[in-house]
């Protein structure tokens, strides 16, 4: 069987009367990496506040490996956190910022000290000890930031959006680092990211988190294949599935006869395929990145415009008349709510 992590139990949370989570449940597996997943303003960092004990729940419950933290203070319940903005010091040493989070517990200087340095090492910031964090770059300031929160052996590790403040190729090179880790230490963790690609990439599961509201959980592959909305179809994947009326003005090959008006159909732009059947469009943009290039193609005279990825070699050209077509194997079919339809 597997422990409990974490578990929220219909979670509520507001700032003043503004509502911000609602009734929130979410079980995360001991271990597990749990990525949430969400746009600005979903409240994920409001989310981790709460697990963390910094902001009370107006409703519901937190267990932390099924012991019932709710009514703790944040400094009982054994959880680390890492601030989007790191939070460190900047009149203290990165040793010293490092070493913060175990001498408010009474350890002795020296094995304190001891302790921060092998956290330091771990994360690759064993040299950068001395400095303050006006002297470090922004990845080195998150590593430091990192070390603080793993000298603290924690049971529950709430990362938020430590990658954000990194440059492309630092945030790919520490994600990579980030999962090597957790793998390693087998942590409890939730990571919180706006990043759909940080998420796919680093999560056991996935959480979607929607104005408060969890919107979907699942392995990232499930997130993937069976978006079980509207809105997680669209927040997932770049660029974004394209969405149409079931009853118009597209007609996947092999689709049943009977397609409901209301209902809307999804399909990836690499499932567009450009030839010489299906509908005619018109090629109004075309963006080529390396080997991909995007097309952006108006439907059926003044209809919507699609998204197509091709192979950037055989591209069609701004202005070129095409036909797209896509198979019916490939759509993914949602209600008028924006609810995914199953067996369609
Ligand atoms: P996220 O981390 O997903 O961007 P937040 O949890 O920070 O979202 O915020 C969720 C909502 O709560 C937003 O609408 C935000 O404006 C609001 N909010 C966040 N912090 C405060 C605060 N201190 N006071 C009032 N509203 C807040
Ligand atoms: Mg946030």
């Known amino acids: 069987m597997t422990r409990s992590g974490l578990k929220l139990s219909g979670v509520s949370a507001a700032y003043r009367d503004t509502p911000v989570l609602h009734h929130l449940d979410l079980e995360v597996n001991q271990g597990e990496l749990l990525v949430v997943l969400g746009p600005s303003g979903a409240g994920k960092s409001t989310l981790l506040r709460v697990v963390a004990g910094l902001q009370a729940a107006t409703t519901g419950r937190v267990l932390i490996g099924g012991r019932d933290v709710t009514a703790l203070r944040p400094g009982r319940r054994n959880v680390s956190m890492v601030f989007q903005s790191y939070a460190l010091f900047p009149h203290l040493t990165a040793l010293d910022n490092i070493t913060f989070g175990l001498e408010v517990r009474d350890m002795p200087r020296k094995a304190a000290r001891e302790r921060a340095a092998a956290a330091a090492a771990t994360v690759g910031c064993a040299h950068l000890l001395d400095r303050r964090p006006g002297q470090l770059s922004g990845g080195e300031r998150q590593r430091v930031a990192l070390a603080r929160a793993l000298v603290r052996e924690p049971d529950l590790f709430l990362l938020d959006e430590p990658l954000s403040n990194l440059d492309l190729e630092l ?3 520490t994600r990579g680092e980030l999962k090597a ?6 942590v409890t963790t939730v990571h919180v990211t706006h990043d759909q690609t940080e998420a796919l990439v680093l999560a056991d599961r996935l959480a979607v988190l929607r104005d408060g509201r969890l919107e ?3 392995t990232p592959d499930e997130i993937w294949r069976t978006p079980a909305t509207v809105f997680v179809a669209r927040f997932v994947g770049s660029p974004a599935m394209n969405l149409l ?5 597209l007609t996947p090959d092999g689709a049943p006869a009977a397609r409901p008006p209301g209902h809307r159909i999804g399909f990836r732009p690499e499932a567009v395929r450009l030839g010489d ?3 005619p469009a018109a090629v109004e943009r075309v963006d080529v990145v390396g080997e991909d290039a ?4 108006r439907l059926a005279g003044d209809g919507p415009v699609i998204t197509a990825r091709v192979p950037s070699a055989s591209r069609p050209f701004p202005g070129e008349p095409v036909r797209a077509a896509v198979r019916w194997a490939d759509v993914h079919v949602f209600d008028g709510d924006g609810r995914r339809v199953t067996g369609a």
Do not use: S
């Open 171 to 173: 945030r790919t090179e």
């Open 181 to 186: 880790l957790h793998a390693r230490l087998g």
């Open 216 to 218: 979907q959980l699942g």
């Open 245 to 249: 009326p079931a009853d118009g003005p």
């Open 277 to 279: 059947v299906g509908t």
């Open 294 to 297: 995007y097309a952006y193609l």
